[in-house]
């Protein structure tokens, strides 16, 4: 199936990245100083420098589900693709080096790749159906250990991780099943620190999780789902700072390492309509690559759910190797890029970039940015590299 409402491509020598010079004033939220824009810029290159995937007739750079990628020091590049082997390795040339974490249950197997993390010198594979189980493996892919999370206080595993270099993880966890309803409904849930163990985390609060629809079926109730262009929180952490974004407007809560709030970063935004030709594009990067009968299931789905009349304030968050925040706005469906602002651990605007709007950002390095690219003429899934410029 092709993805003709997501075409990407370069016409006319199309920049994707720019640098907003002009100042954005001086402001104090809550304690943050929102300051003028560096003037050192920061720029993303107009096309990847290393692309992974794409060739259906070579099986080995063929992708199944990417679910989380990461550039190790050496420059090789570890891909957690789901499949038969979940996680795969491939140098600077894009040709498959190495494939491991093959499908089973025993010491570094996996059934069912959920996410894919680097944390510091480690590898984190979450296996959801291993019972939410978290392999670990060294950066020269030597399997070391397991464990599963222990949520504080709540039971039950975390909905949403972040970690940071010294393995330490910002997490919250699923909405309570006794306060599931039919139709649109958001609940608190927990937010804590943890760390690479079982011991049971730090709990630091509650905050609103993720928007879901609860799905009535024949008049039983069956569950729930996340609702299309609902608020969902948003958590991020890094060397001092940890973040969490509940989506309702362009405000970030800002902590430091015990839980302690510090500060609000803050950015001046309208809220956007979802339109007909947002929901449009949604779908059609649902159903890229299925059958004609998927899509026309899922199109169903979207027409039976009330849908929210205006966007999350923002859409994903990363820190990178430089501990700066990038935020990126909601993707539009009229727009072939989305905006990124970069934000110091303090609060301070210092740059803004464009990027693909079907770009899936999974890391930031110095010089580099490494994400998921959904080809936009036959809806091929790919690792993009592109080189950063501080």
Known sequence: MRLHTAKLMIVGGTVLAYLLRAGAGSAQA????????????????????LVIGGNEADESTTFGVIVGATRLPDGRIVVGDRGEYNLRVFPADGKQQKRFGRK???????????????CGNAIFAYDIENGYRMSVFSLDFTYQREFRFAAPDVGGTPYKSSCNASQQFLQYGWEDRKQMKAGVFRTNVP????DATQKPGIKFGEFPGSERWGIVDDGQFRGTR???FGKEAIVAIGAQR???????????????????????????????????????????????????????????????????????AYSAFRVDAMDLLWVRDYPRASSKTVRWSVFTSEGKLVGRVKLPSTLDVFEIGRDYVLGRFMD???????????????
């Open 191 to 194: 937010f804590w620190y943890a």
């Open 376 to 390: 936009a003429e036959v809806a091929i899934p790919q690792v993009h590299l592109y080189k950063l410029t501080r």
């Open 226 to 228: 996340p609702l299309p």
């Open 242 to 312: 940890g973040y969490i974004g509940t989506g309702e407007t362009y405000e970030i809560m800002v902590f430091d390492l015990t839980g302690k709030r510090v500060g609000t970063i803050r950015d001046a935004t309208q809220p956007t309509p979802v339109t007909a030709a947002d929901i449009k594009f949604e779908i059609e990067l649902q159903t890229a690559n299925k059958e004609e009968e998927t899509r026309k299931r899922v199109t169903a789905s979207y027409s039976a759910m009330k849908l929210p009349a205006t966007m999350p």
């Open 30 to 49: 809550n304690g943050v100083n929102v300051g003028k824009v560096s003037e050192d810029g920061i720029r993303v290159s107009a096309s990847p420098t």
């Open 104 to 118: 089973g249950s025993g010491p570094g197997e996996m059934i069912y790749l959920a996410d894919l993390y680097r």
